[in-house]
């Protein structure tokens, strides 16, 4: 069955540029959509964007200006990239699948992403 | 596009059954049969409960439910158990612009 692991820094500068990483096991990333999402601490969940394996992507109004969402297939990965980051970007970070229009399933365990000097 | 509107909390004792409403616009709920519904327990990533308004992924018991009605979505618990106790989070697809929206969470409390 298909797993997901999110990698990257725990700690990024403020102004930074916040990079992470999502590894597909267990199943191709041809095929289907894929999405990252956030969770500051104590709060809901927001959709960040998805992209479909040949590159198309889609990111939250909200988030647009600052958003990257970028596929690898010969490496079965896709990543993250949100620049000029402050305080309010620190939240854990999941990676999930998207099968049809609303199944987000699996997902990452979720990494914790702090934005401090 | 604004956030669902989930009630933050609902409670239930042992064996009841609680319904959890998410309450969004005639662009995201009302119009698309495209909303989901997640487990969150602490420390833990969601898990899909419901999608498409009302199927369950394997696995899942058949003790959740999901309906809509007009813009409102809701997710049905009946024999509750402990292990029930989570955070639940619905969301929908928004049409228009292909977005995705989720609620703000409702913190499900087994008495």
């Known amino acids: 069955q298909v797993q997901l692991q999110e990698s990257g820094p725990g700690l990024v500068e403020p102004s930074g540029t916040l990079s992470l990483t999502c590894t597909v096991s267990?199943?191709?990333?041809?095929?289907?959509?894929w999405s990252w999402f956030r969770q500051p601490p104590g709060k809901g969940l927001e959709w960040i964007g998805y992209?479909?394996?040949?590159?198309?992507?889609n990111y939250n109004p909200s988030l647009k200006s600052r958003v990257t969402i970028s596929v690898d297939t010969s490496r079965n990965q896709f990543s993250l990239k949100l620049s000029s980051v402050t305080a309010a970007d620190s939240a854990v970070y999941y990676c999930?699948?998207?099968?049809?229009?609303?199944?987000?399933?699996?997902w990452g365990q979720g990494t914790l992403v702090t934005v401090s000097s | 596009q604004s956030a669902l509107t989930q009630p933050p909390s609902a409670s239930g004792s042992p064996g009841q059954s609680v319904t959890i409403s998410c309450t969004g616009t005639?662009?995201?709920?009302?119009?698309?049969?495209?909303v989901s519904w997640y487990q969150q327990h602490p420390g833990k990533a969601p898990k899909l409960m419901i999608y498409?308004?009302?199927k369950r992924p394997s696995g899942v018991p058949d003790r959740f439910s999901g309906s809509k009605s007009g813009n409102t979505a809701s997710l049905t618990v009946s024999g509750l158990q402990a292990e029930d106790e989570a955070d639940y989070y619905c969301?929908?697809?928004?049409?228009?612009?292909?977005?995705?929206?989720f609620g703000g969470g409702t913190k499900l409390t087994v008495l």
């Open positions: 267990g199943g191709s990333i041809i095929n289907y959509f």
């Open positions: 992209i479909y394996y040949s590159g198309t992507t």
């Open positions: 005639s662009s995201d709920v009302g119009t698309y049969n495209f």
């Open positions: 999930a699948k998207l099968g049809g229009t609303s199944r987000f399933d699996p």
């Open positions: 498409d308004v009302s």
């Open positions: 969301s929908s697809y928004g049409g228009s612009d292909n977005y995705v929206v």
